[in-house]
C-alpha cells in the first residue's frame, strides 16, 4: 500500500502546506502485503479478525494491542506450518476453533464486524479433531532462499511502516506543538501560573525496536535498505530530546524553571523532528516505489487481456494518482492529478468490462473493488475542485483517504478470493 498519511483539518476557506502532504494512516493497509499464513481457515480467521480491530465500534486505544495479537497468530500459524508441514491439518483446525471463540468474544465486547466462520471452516469443525499431524515430530526449517529473505525482510520493514503512520505523524505534531506553546515560548513567566506547556510528540521506542530487528534480517534490499538506515539514525537521534520533554511536561517542571529549558530545547527539538519526518518520508517513499516497479513487472508478465493484468493496471494506475495527490499543496496546479485520475478511470473501465465478461461471474469483492475505485475517483475530483475554487478540500481529502483505504482492501480480498484475477 501507498505511503499516504492523515489528513490535517486546515482552516476554513484555507489550504494548508500539510494538508494534502500528509494523507491516510490507516492500520489496515501496508506498503506491501504481509505474507499470508497460507492456510485457508487461518488466513479466512485473521482477516475477520483484521476487520473487527477496523470496526467503529472498537476504542481507538484497543486497537493497536488487537492488532499486534493479529500479528503475533500470524507468525504463530505460519511458523507452526513451515517447521512441520504435517501439523497443517492441526494448525487449520485451531484456526476455525479460535475464529469461532474470538468472534463471540468480540461481538460481544465490541459489537464489531467480525465475519463469521466461512463454510470450509465450518466443516472442520464438524469433521474429527485431527490427532497424527499434532503428534508428527517437527523438522527443522530449510535455509530461506534469497527471495525468501526478501520478501520477510520487506515485511519487517512495512510493519515498521505502518506503525509510524498510525501513530506519529510528526507533521501534526510539530504543527500543534508549535501552536500550543507559541506563546509560553515567547513569553516565559509573564504568562503567568495558569499557562501550560503542552508537548505530546510521541517517543520512538517501540518503531527503532522494530527497526532495529529489520535492518539485522539477512538478506538485502537495495532500494529500502539506506533510507531504513537513515530514518533509524533520525529516530535515534531525536527520541532522547523526546523523552527529555516529555518528562518535563509530566513532571511540571516548568512551573518550576519558568519554562527556561523548554526555550532551551525548542531550537533543537524542532530541526531535529524535522529531519526525522524528511526521513520517515523518504523510507515510505522507498517502500511504494519498489511495489510499483515489482507489480509493473507482474503486469507485463501477463496476457493483454487477462484478468489478473486489468486488475493489477487499475491497481497501479491508482497508487500513481496516489503520488499526484500527495504533491497537492497550496495554490497547486490540480492538472497532473486530474490526468492521472483519468488514467485510473480508463483501467477501471476496462477492469469493469473484463470482470464483466468472465463466466463464471467473479467474486462479489472483484466488482466491489471496481465500485470502490470508482468512488475514490469522485472524491479525488471534488479535490481539485475545491483547490480551484480555493475553497477547504479538506473533507474531500479525508473521503479520497477513506475510500482509497476500503480499495486496498477490496484488491487483497479480490485476489485472495478469485484465483482468476491473481498476478501470479
Not at 502485503?33 to 476504542?59: I, R
Amino acid at each position: 500500500m501507498p505511503r499516504v498519511r492523515s489528513v490535517v483539518m486546515p482552516p476554513r476557506g484555507r489550504l494548508t502546506a500539510a494538508c494534502l502532504a500528509a494523507v491516510l494512516a490507516t492500520p489496515a493497509a501496508a506498503v506491501t502485503p504481509l505474507t499470508p499464513v497460507g492456510v485457508e481457515s487461518c488466513d479466512a480467521f485473521l482477516d475477520a479478525y483484521a476487520q473487527c480491530a477496523a470496526s467503529p465500534g472498537v476504542p481507538e486505544p484497543a486497537r493497536p494491542g488487537i492488532r499486534q495479537g493479529i500479528n503475533t497468530m500470524r507468525e504463530s500459524f505460519r511458523d507452526s506450518v513451515a517447521r512441520n508441514p504435517a501439523a497443517r491439518p492441526t494448525v487449520a483446525y485451531q484456526c476455525a476453533q479460535a475464529h469461532e471463540a474470538v468472534r463471540k468474544s468480540l461481538v460481544d465486547a465490541f459489537k464489531c464486524d467480525f465475519p463469521a466462520l466461512p463454510a470450509a471452516s465450518q466443516a472442520l469443525l464438524q469433521a474429527a479433531p485431527p490427532v497424527a499431524a499434532a503428534q508428527a515430530p517437527a523438522r527443522a526449517a530449510p535455509p530461506q532462499s534469497p527471495e525468501a529473505q526478501a520478501v520477510a525482510k520487506v515485511n519487517a520493514y512495512t510493519e515498521a511502516q505502518n506503525h509510524l503512520v498510525r501513530s506519529h505523524p510528526l507533521e501534526r505534531q510539530l504543527a500543534e506543538y508549535r501552536r500550543d506553546n507559541e506563546r509560553v515560548l515567547k513569553l516565559g513567566t509573564k504568562l503567568g501560573a495558569n499557562a501550560w506547556y503542552h508537548f505530546g510528540i510521541v517517543d520512538f521506542d517501540g518503531v527503532i525496536d522494530e527497526l532495529e530487528k529489520a535492518v539485522a534480517l539477512p538478506g538485502s534490499i537495495p532500494e529500502v535498505d539506506p533510507q531504513a538506515a537513515r530514518l533509524l539514525a533520525a529516530l535515534r537521534d531525536v527520541n532522547p530530546t523526546l523523552k527529555a520533554l516529555t518528562r518535563y511536561q509530566t513532571t511540571r517542571e516548568f512551573k518550576e524553571d519558568g519554562y527556561r529549558f523548554a526555550r532551551q530545547q525548542h531550537p533543537i527539538l524542532v530541526p531535529k523532528v524535522e529531519a526525522a519526518a524528511k526521513a520517515m518520508d523518504a523510507y515510505g517513499t522507498a517502500l511504494f516505489e519498489r511495489e510499483l516497479a515489482r507489480d509493473e513487472r507482474r503486469m507485463t508478465a501477463l496476457p493483454e487481456d487477462a484478468p489478473a493484468r486489468r486488475l493489477l493496471a487499475t491497481s497501479l494506475a491508482l497508487r500513481r494518482a496516489v503520488q499526484r495527490f500527495e504533491a497537492l499543496g497550496p495554490k497547486a496546479d490540480v492538472a497532473p492529478f486530474l490526468g492521472a485520475l483519468g488514467e485510473v478511470s480508463t483501467a477501471n473501465r476496462q477492469l469493469g468490462t473484463t470482470l464483466d465478461g468472465m463466466s463464471p461471474k467473479p467474486s462479489a469483492s472483484c466488482t466491489g473493488y471496481a465500485d470502490t475505485v470508482a468512488s475514490v475517483i469522485g472524491h479525488g475530483r471534488d479535490v481539485a475542485r475545491d483547490i480551484r475554487a480555493k475553497g477547504d478540500p479538506s473533507q474531500p481529502a479525508q473521503l479520497f483517504n477513506d475510500t482509497y483505504n476500503r480499495s486496498v482492501r477490496d484488491l487483497e480480498s479480490c485476489q485472495r478470493s478469485e484465483t482468476r484475477v491473481r498476478p501470479g
